[in-house]
């Protein structure tokens, strides 16, 4: 594997349901971010980690618990989520948080909440 | 409160044509702006990037201008070629001052149809 992967690419769930999304980098970088896109609205900016530390909590529900127990991984763990949480989840990563890093994006999990 | 913002929300263009893909945005404390391009079912890619000490970059058929006193900046692509089209993301970058690390913050995106 290469890049940024995303596993589920597609997760349905129900309100009651505990879920987790999962982002792994294999590019060897120090920060990792979760982003939401809502239909017609902006790249949303959720967490950031650098170094396996949370260094931006942009104002996210509490419904939403990022993990990110090493620098290749990071985790979304999803508990009764609402309907309006129904988005496509993006993870990215970058070589540091500094200067001009680039941020290479996941494919991606789209997310539906009934 | 948008603070960038990409006013068209798609354009179509003939192939070998120029696209241009504008994007506006308000905050002047944004010092890097970036160009990211999103095929469908796939994460957005990095295109080219400016620094606001710039008023251009030019990298192949892409390039950026930077009209800072506008606070406008535009993506051209020439000649534009079908496997162009995709969804073309603008970004500004700042510092979070409450923080320790750079904000992206994104425009809702233009969808680029190249026609053959």
């Not at chain 1, 260094?55 to 509490?62: D, I, K, L, R």
């Given at each position: 594997e290469t890049g940024v992967t995303q596993t589920p690419r597609h997760l349905v769930m129900g309100m009651t349901n505990k879920k987790s999304l999962k982002c792994e980098q294999h590019l060897g970088h120090n920060a990792m971010y979760w982003y939401k896109q809502s239909a017609k609205k902006p790249l949303e900016l959720m967490f950031v980690y650098s170094l396996e530390e949370r260094?931006?909590?942009?104002?996210?529900?509490?419904r939403f618990s990022p993990e990110c127990p090493n620098s290749s991984h990071l985790f979304l763990h999803l508990h009764t989520l609402q309907p309006e949480d129904s988005a496509l989840y993006l993870c990215a990563s970058s070589q540091g948080l500094a200067g001009q890093d680039t941020q290479y994006f996941g494919p991606g999990t789209r997310l539906t909440v009934l | 409160d948008q603070q960038v913002k990409q006013n068209s929300p798609s354009l179509s263009v003939q192939e070998g044509r120029i696209s241009i893909l504008n994007c506006d945005y308000t905050n002047s404390m944004f010092d890097y702006f970036l160009w990211y391009k999103k095929y469908p079912a796939e994460g957005p890619t990095f295109l080219i990037s400016i620094s606001s000490i710039k008023d251009k970059n030019e990298d192949g058929r892409f390039t950026v201008f930077l009209n800072k006193s506008a606070k406008h900046l535009s993506l051209h692509i020439v000649p534009s070629q079908p496997g162009d089209s995709a969804v073309y993301f603008c970004a500004a970058r700042v510092w979070n001052s409450g923080g320790s690390n750079y904000k992206l913050t994104f425009g809702k995106g233009t969808l680029l149809t190249v026609n053959p």
């Open positions: 260094v931006e909590n942009n104002s996210v529900p509490s | -």
